[in-house]
């Protein structure tokens, strides 16, 4: 990569996450920022205003050359080990992804005297009174949910210059890496029976959403805690059922399951998901609920 020096510089760490695929074209339309793209692998987002470094982000010296060499004024972390059943037995890697690259990107980011914007998810809560507002008490019952508070924790302690912007259930029209809706797609479109738990309740988010909320956030140099998720509160079941009626697909291979009786390996909060009226009113926006949400993925596949 070459050295390099921009007035406006934002640094996405994670660029090939399912996010990112999303906030970089964003981002790119609504800014004039040079955005300096970290990540595991080469991407193939084509622009004059993209610098991309291509390193292992758990290795610190790398990060840190790749960080001083950009000097952003905004770093924006969408990496993380989002496999909540992994994080329950890879530990180890969890820890590495979702805290110690945390820590290290704080303190490079106050070096650099650049704002941090870190995503994080309503795991961090106990799921016994969800939706959750900014205010609540954090309670995670899983690695992932520990290894992501810990995360916004060292981020918040390291820096005056944080947000913290928690998500639940991404969903789009992203092929690369399948979330729930792809999921239950693929499932029907194979014919395939599927069990899907009737009492875990979020509200799914449409990834353009929270891509535009950290827009905004962005922009307008927001500091805090930011809740963003989508306009309908139901559980997975019947999220589920709406993919297959919005879609035509055949509902009766969708079966409903207890979280008792799928015995994940890792803890699920049962009552999560996350009100967003800080997010609404502050940053002037709407969520999306499922239909629009689908109609959107309907839409992007046309
Ligand atoms: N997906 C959800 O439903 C959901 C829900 C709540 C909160 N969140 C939070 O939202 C953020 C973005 O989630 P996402 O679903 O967009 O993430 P994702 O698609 O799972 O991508 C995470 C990225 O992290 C990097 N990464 C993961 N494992 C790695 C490893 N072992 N070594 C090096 N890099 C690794 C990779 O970046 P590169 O590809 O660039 O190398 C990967 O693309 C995360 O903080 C997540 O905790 C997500």
Sequence with gaps: MDVFRFAGMITIVGAGS????????????????????????MLPFKNDRIRASVIDITDRNALKTSIMEAMPQTIINCAAMTSVDKCETDRQTAWALNVTLVENLTRMARIVDARIVHVSTDYVFDGVKGPYAE???????????????????????????VTIVRTN????????????????????????????VND?????????????????????????LYHVGGADYMNRFDFAVKIA??????????????TQELAQTARRPLKGGLISLKAETD????????????????????
């Design 18 to 41: 399912t996010l990112a695929r999303t906030l970089v074209p964003l981002l790119l339309e609504e800014t004039d920022e040079t955005l300096h793209l970290v990540s595991s692998r």
């Design 135 to 161: 205010g609540a008490i954090a309670n995670p019952i899983s690695y992932y949910g520990k290894s992501k508070l810990a995360g916004e924790n060292v981020c918040l302690s390291g820096s005056n210059s």
């Design 169 to 196: 259930v991404l969903y789009g029209p992203s092929q690369e890496r399948p979330d729930f809706v792809r999921w239950v797609l693929d499932a029907l479109e194979a014919g395939t029976p599927i069990r899907v």
């Design 200 to 224: 875990q309740y979020s509200n799914p988010t449409y990834v353009e959403d929270l891509a535009d909320a950290i827009s905004c956030i962005v922009q307008r140099k927001r500091n805090g």
């Design 245 to 258: 009626e919005f879609f035509k697909g055949d509902v009766s291979l969708i079966r409903p399951v207890t």
């Design 283 to 302: 940053l002037m926006m709407k969520m999306r609920g499922i239909e629009s949400g689908l109609s959107s993925i309907r839409h992007a596949f046309q």
